[in-house]
Nanobody
Framework: QVQLVESGGGLVQAGASLRLSCTVS????????MGWFRQVPGKEREFVAA????????LYVDSVKGRFTISRDNAKNTVYLQMNSLKPDDTAVFYC??????????????WGRGTQVTVSS
């Protein structure tokens, strides 16, 4: 059974940084592309970033380009999302996902339970 566990969320002020982590168990980590999505109440879960199986290719939503960086450590079965220059609009529950590489939620077969990120102004 594949499990994804996120960590690293919290409450920060605008301009601060956070690093989210997601550890995968139950299957070979390098078999998955990995993604981060976020959701606020009443809105669709939106794509944030993705990284390919080997880590040599990444995708970002325009609103986080230049501020967020996705990376992975296949030896640790972990994907990271480094978030810098955080804005109140980044406030959301962030979800880690494993599956195919791309922006669509439909590509991802496995999901974590989410970690809350709150950015105060």
């Amino acid at each position: 059974q594949v499990q994804l566990v996120e960590s690293g969320g919290g409450l920060v002020q605008a301009g601060a940084s956070l690093r989210l982590s997601c550890t995968v168990s139950g299957r070979t980590f390098s078999a998955f592309a990995m993604g981060w999505f976020r959701q606020v109440p009443g809105k669709e879960r939106e794509f944030v970033a993705a990284i390919s199986y080997s880590g040599d290719s990444t995708l970002y939503v325009d609103s986080v380009k230049g501020r967020f960086t996705i990376s992975r450590d296949n030896a640790k079965n972990t994907v990271y999302l480094q978030m810098n220059s955080l804005k109140p609009d980044d406030t959301a529950v962030f979800y880690c996902a494993a599956g195919g590489y791309g922006r669509s939620r439909a590509l991802y077969n496995y999901w974590g339970r989410g970690t809350q990120v709150t950015v105060s102004s």
